[in-house]
């Protein structure tokens, strides 16, 4: 800058550099060269940093979508109060339960949520077959054994009453579960809607249950909203859908935008295999509604199962019976489920993929007491002559209870 300010001399508003002058260049010829001077220096400032940016641009690896998203959702059948199965866990200090469901512990907590239906209810008084009434310790046993929630809108929500069905609530709550489809008030089922949400490993579950009725039994005026009930005519011939009772529940559940949505419903006939048609027509309503899984309790029996792998929703019409005293044929085994369930990273989309089932079978000792046993597991520690392995009586009923689970259940699509 020193050297060019000594070659201009200043000569008023037109002072030209003498350089210019000395080599005959006119006024308009330099005009013309600073022109194209001031053109080249733009050019080179749009020019420049876009080649520069390119040169130095890192080639960006492909964005990898988040993983999947899998929960296991497990769930038993019918837990039933009688005289032999609350006399199973009877102890010298009062009941206790863990050998009745020591051996199905690993299936039960292996579950993200595990769920039972709890056919009774929970009080202090005469225990069994007539009052249908348990100790709190039994509630307690399952807790420990991994249950998560136990159904109690079923056959004996009010069989004690007003009175049993929050004593029972109040138990279910008290053992560290989760009370599904019963309501202490009114106000409460208002409160709750009707249903849980559950988020377990980044997956949202809703959880609602259904019951057919209450062993011909009414609510009284005032609680009519504190069980969920799958038909108008509970009390007596089973026969007109309460759809709109049941997609009020639905909806409310359905509101909040869970992944996944599973009805629990305790409906069919006792110790029958037969599908009704209004059956049929609560699956519609619950398929419309985007149910994905509907879980069915009440005949004691374990009934065939339907997958669609496709769509991702799956039924199982009754697992049968998880805990009673197998005198009825066909009762003393059950299966307790295993649903998988996926949330796909990429789109978000949930739905069932997938369902495996453990048989089990109900063995009453020298003693009386009844267990539940996982029959693959029993059967193989007979055959290797294992410690406690079961009686060569109790091998045979275990080897036909499975042949007709697995007949039972059918071919899933």
């Given at each position: 800058m020193a050297f060019r300010k000594k070659r201009i001399k200043q000569r008023g508003r037109n002072a030209v550099p003498e350089q210019y002058r000395r080599k005959g260049k006119s006024k308009k010829g330099l005009f013309i060269a600073g022109g194209a001077l001031l053109l080249c220096v733009i050019a080179a400032c749009i020019l420049v940093p876009k080649l520069l940016?390119?040169?130095?641009?890192?080639?960006?690896?492909?964005?990898?979508p988040p993983p999947d998203k899998v929960i296991h959702f497990v769930a038993g059948g019918d837990v039933n109060?009688?005289?032999?199965?609350?006399?199973s866990g009877a102890a010298n200090a009062g009941y206790d339960?863990?050998?009745?469901?020591?051996?199905?512990l690993p299936v039960l907590s292996g579950g993200d949520v595990a769920t039972l239906n709890f056919e009774g209810v929970v009080g202090t008084g005469s225990y069994g077959?007539?009052?249908?009434?348990?100790?709190?310790?039994?509630?307690?046993?399952?807790?420990?054994?991994?249950?998560?929630?136990?159904?109690?809108?079923?056959?004996?929500?009010?069989?004690?009453?007003?009175?049993?069905?929050?004593?029972?609530?109040?138990?279910?709550?008290?053992?560290?579960?989760?009370?599904?489809?019963?309501y202490a008030t009114n106000?409460?089922?208002?409160?709750?809607?009707?249903?849980?949400?559950?988020?377990?490993?980044?997956?949202?579950?809703?959880?609602?249950?259904?019951?057919?009725g209450m062993d011909g039994m009414g609510l009284p005026a005032g609680s009519e909203r504190c069980v969920n009930l799958l038909y108008e005519d509970y009390s007596s011939t089973y026969q007109k859908v309460n759809r709109a009772g049941i997609t009020k529940v639905v909806r409310n559940a359905a509101a909040h935008?869970?992944?996944?949505?599973?009805?629990?419903?305790?409906?069919?006939?006792?110790?029958?295999d037969q599908i009704s048609k209004s059956?049929?027509?609560?699956?519609?309503?619950?398929?419309?509604?985007?149910?994905?899984?509907?879980?069915?309790?009440?005949?004691?029996?374990?009934?065939?199962?339907?997958?669609?792998?496709?769509?991702?929703?799956?039924l199982a019409y009754s697992l049968g019976d998880f805990f009673g005293d197998g005198e009825a044929a066909g009762t003393n085994y059950g299966v307790i489920l295993d649903l998988e369930i996926?949330?796909?990273?990429?789109?978000?989309?949930?739905?069932?993929?997938?369902?495996?089932?453990?048989?089990?079978?109900?063995?009453?000792?020298?003693?009386?007491?009844?267990?539940?046993?996982?029959?693959?597991?029993?059967?193989?520690?007979?055959?290797?002559?294992?410690?406690?392995?079961?009686?060569?009586?109790?091998?045979?009923?275990?080897?036909?209870a499975l042949e007709r689970i697995e007949s039972r259940i059918g071919a899933a699509k």
């Open positions: 940016s390119q040169q130095s641009a890192v080639p960006t690896e492909p964005t990898t109060i009688t005289d032999k199965t609350v006399a339960y863990t050998e009745a469901f020591k051996d199905v077959s007539a009052t249908k009434m348990a100790p709190q310790a039994m509630l307690e046993a399952l807790s420990a054994a991994g249950v998560d929630a136990l159904q109690t809108a079923n056959s004996y929500s009010i069989y004690d009453g007003l009175r049993g069905l929050r004593n029972t609530v109040q138990g279910v709550q008290n053992a560290g579960m989760t009370p599904l489809g019963t106000a409460e089922f208002d409160s709750a809607g009707g249903y849980v949400i559950w988020e377990v490993g980044g997956i949202k579950v809703a959880l609602m249950a259904f019951t057919k935008q869970p992944d996944v949505m599973v009805a629990l419903v305790h409906w069919g006939s006792e110790f029958n059956q049929k027509k609560i699956c519609e309503i619950f398929w419309e509604e985007g149910v994905d899984a509907i879980i069915g309790t009440h005949p004691h029996y374990v009934q065939k199962m339907e997958f669609d792998r496709e769509k991702g929703t799956f996926t949330k796909d990273g990429a789109t978000g989309e949930t739905k069932v993929t997938g369902f495996e089932y453990t048989p089990t079978f109900l063995e009453t000792d020298e003693n009386g007491k009844v267990r539940v046993l996982r029959i693959r597991e029993a059967m193989a520690g007979y055959e290797n002559r294992y410690l406690d392995c079961v009686s060569e009586e109790t091998y045979l009923e275990m080897k036909t």
